[in-house]
């Protein structure tokens, strides 16, 4: 005898509504007592496609830089979600990114211009009358790096080369923020002496001057790990920083995605007290990629973390941008990938035809300005005809319409016959006015 479910029957659905609400983007809901205590009251993000992406292989003209740079501003407006983007100095096509990028920001433009350097003594020079507020200084934090990037090299030359420059940059009245590369590989008797040796440096000159720290993924083998020991351990590393006597706000976060673990690490790094991720809108950079900010930036919404939401169509334009460099984002690239919210299954049309929340994660078309799609395969099904049907002609036939059963029989038969590739609209979209 099949047994009876203890599953009681109910009038109206459960849809947790509080984590999925319809007209926005999905929403963290906390068990009563669970919300962690470090996590903060706010939080952003800050952008290096204009430094990281180039080097990662983009290639920017200055036209280019600086319209990437506007579409950054009308994405982020008012709501506080890129607050700087980061660029070279060496070359004059990046000084004239940068120059573009302040003549903006002081009219107005939301994300402050800062620049990146080298940590050392000349570098920290050539940035001193640049009219930037703040540089980043990249300072290789590992044995990787301070044993074999040096001569001869080693824990205490490195420090004593990046201080001098810290100096020099206080001097010129610049705030430091350094760049600690390969942190999630560095020992713990580097980092905190060095981080230590910065505040002590810094703490004569004004509050406005003082350092921020990025913690750097360079590799991607961080882990979202609570627990796990130094150096691989994001939450750890942040929690120790912060236990040092560095302030949230003056700490960053900047992964790369080597190992898949990109935007968990970005997470455990909010949670347990970090301020600022730093990434790339659409990942843009080095091998595997940055942060992307957009994906960072939609938890923080869903946590409640900034006091406002960019407008996430503007990222439509940044992808065509990106197809006209020959650098577009893969099909299935999440969010803004071409096939990123299509499905050939027969199965999902059917219930994207009955309740299309079944198969989206959030209203695709308000909240991105991309359309749910449907490529027709021989898994699509008449369902999935009706779908694609009405998607682009706003007409919804029946299953039992005898023109849509005719051309789903021709289709079919093109399957049985051996096709492979999928049917687009495009292809069919004369078939299907002959049927209307």
């Avoid at 669970?34 to 939080?43: D, E, H, N, Y």
Wanted: aromatic share 8%; charged share 20%.
């Amino acid at each position: 005898m099949t047994p009876t479910p203890a599953v009681q029957a109910v009038v109206q659905p459960d849809l947790f509504l509080g984590a999925f609400p319809p007209s926005g983007f999905p929403q963290v809901v906390w068990q009563e007592g669970q919300r962690p205590t470090s996590l903060p009251t706010q939080a952003w993000t800050t952008e290096t496609t204009h430094r990281d992406g180039q080097q990662g292989g983009l290639p920017l003209s200055t036209e280019d830089g600086l319209t990437i740079y506007d579409l950054m501003g009308e994405f982020t407006a008012q709501s506080g979600a890129i607050r700087q983007a980061e660029f070279f100095v060496y070359r004059p096509a990046d000084r004239a990114m940068l120059e573009g990028a302040l003549e903006r920001w002081r009219s107005g433009h939301p994300v402050e211009p800062t620049t990146w350097i080298r940590a050392t003594r000349r570098d920290a020079e050539l940035v001193a009358g640049l009219g930037i507020r703040e540089t980043g200084m990249l300072a290789s934090a590992s044995d990787y790096h301070t044993f074999y990037k040096f001569t001869p090299g080693g824990r205490t030359q490195a420090a004593r080369t990046y201080l001098e420059a810290v100096q020099v940059v206080l001097d010129a009245g610049l705030r430091p923020r350094l760049h600690l590369e390969d942190a999630t590989r560095a020992p713990r008797e580097f980092i905190l002496p060095f981080v230590a040796a910065v505040q002590e440096l810094s703490a004569s000159y004004p509050d406005v001057q003082a350092p921020k720290f990025r913690l750097c993924d360079t590799m991607g083998v961080g882990l979202p790990l609570e627990g796990a020991a130094w150096p691989r351990s994001v939450p750890g590393m942040v929690r120790e920083l912060l236990a040092a006597g560095v302030a949230g706000e003056r700490l960053e976060f900047h992964p790369h995605n080597d190992t898949h673990l990109v935007v968990a690490n970005c997470l455990s790094a909010v949670l347990a007290g970090c301020t600022a991720i730093n990434g790339t809108l659409l990942g843009k950079g080095e091998r595997t990629g940055n942060a992307p900010l957009e994906g960072v930036l939609l938890h923080l919404i869903g946590l409640n973390l900034l006091p406002g939401q960019p407008d996430y169509h503007v990222l439509n334009r940044l992808a065509d941008l990106y197809e006209r460099l020959g650098q577009g984002v893969p099909a299935k690239y999440p969010l803004y990938g071409r096939d990123a919210h299509r499905t050939r299954a027969g199965i999902h049309a059917d219930g994207l035809n009955k309740f299309w929340p079944m198969y989206a994660p959030f209203d695709v078309p308000a909240l991105l300005g991309r359309t749910l799609d449907l490529s027709l395969t021989k898994d699509s099904g008449l369902a999935g005809l009706i779908f694609l049907v009405k998607a682009h002609t706003g007409t919804e036939l029946g299953k039992d319409h005898e023109g849509l059963r005719a051309l789903h029989a021709e289709l079919s038969a093109e399957f049985d016959a051996g096709r492979q590739t999928a049917a687009e609209w495009e292809e069919i979209a004369d078939r299907v006015r002959a049927v209307l």
